[in-house]
């Protein structure tokens, strides 16, 4: 038996253990998937856990993407270009870390029916999210729009404080991505009345329902992106790090709530 845990800090929300323990199950492993719930002091023990010979990987959440990165023996992938980790696999007794997130907002792109070379982007955050998200838009114009924007440094675009001058911005976007964790607290991260009326919405966060952004936008009629889909393919590429084996979609959709309104196939 081999395990695999979430490293993250106030994550009991996640749906990754039901979707990656039905993706074991699917593919006959013997495997488990559980929550590690890890303040930032304990994270160097629980990468070190990870060293053990049950140890089948990891996943990486917030807040620890980019703090985990100096605790890895390698990074792959497109790791280096994001700054932020949110896999690990055991290579022998090295820890490598990788990350899939850029896989999933490539998918939710697609999915928005959005090409990036030429496209104006706004994307609201610049933590580990947000840089996936920046490399998949490699060939787009992208704004970031962040509470601190010293912490956007290296960011590939413009980097704009979090104020009420940045929201008219997103009228004339073609996407407009959020990134922050806002929608999981039922909060809406812009004023409705800036949601670009020809373009489209992404959200990184899932909830069942949709976040707030995400209910607003379909009410709009606005092309419009939830997390889950994103979750779904970002966990497929994991999967397939760990396991070196393809992941089972349809068991991992499956393992999700019913009704949403995109999931890859």
Not at 165 to 189: C, I, K, S, Y
Request: charged residues 20%; glycine residues 12%; contains cysteine.
């Amino acid at each position: 038996m081999a395990r695999v845990v979430l490293l993250g800090h106030g994550i009991s929300y996640s749906a990754s253990p039901a979707m990656h323990t039905a993706a074991f199950r699917a593919a006959g492993l013997d495997w488990t998937y559980e929550l590690a719930d890890v303040p930032p002091e304990r994270l160097p023990a629980a990468v070190a856990a990870l060293r053990e010979p049950e140890a089948g990987g990891a996943n990486v959440t917030i807040p620890h993407k980019i703090a985990v990165m100096p605790l890895l023996d390698e990074l792959e992938g497109d790791a280096v270009a994001v700054g932020a980790v949110n896999t690990i696999r055991r290579d022998g007794d090295r820890l490598v870390g990788s990350n899939t997130d850029v896989t999933g907002v490539r998918v939710a792109l697609g999915a928005a029916g959005v090409e990036p070379a030429g496209a104006h982007v706004v994307v609201l955050g610049v933590g580990g999210s947000a840089r996936a998200a920046g490399i998949a838009l490699r060939g787009a114009d992208v704004t970031f729009v962040a509470r601190r924007p010293d912490a956007g440094a290296g960011l590939p675009g413009r980097v704009v404080a979090w104020s009420d001058a940045w929201q008219p911005l997103v009228r004339h976007a073609d996407v407009v991505l959020n990134a922050t964790p806002l929608g999981r607290r039922g909060e809406m991260p812009l004023r409705p009345a800036y949601l670009p009326p020809r373009g489209a919405v992404i959200d990184l966060v899932y909830v069942e329902g949709g976040t707030p952004l995400v209910r607003r936008a379909r009410q709009l009629g606005l092309r419009c992106v939830d997390g889950w889909g994103v979750l779904v393919a970002q966990g497929a590429a994991s999967f397939q790090a760990w396991t070196s084996r393809t992941a089972p979609l349809d068991a991992m959709r499956g393992a999700l709530p019913s009704g949403e309104a995109w999931l890859p196939s």
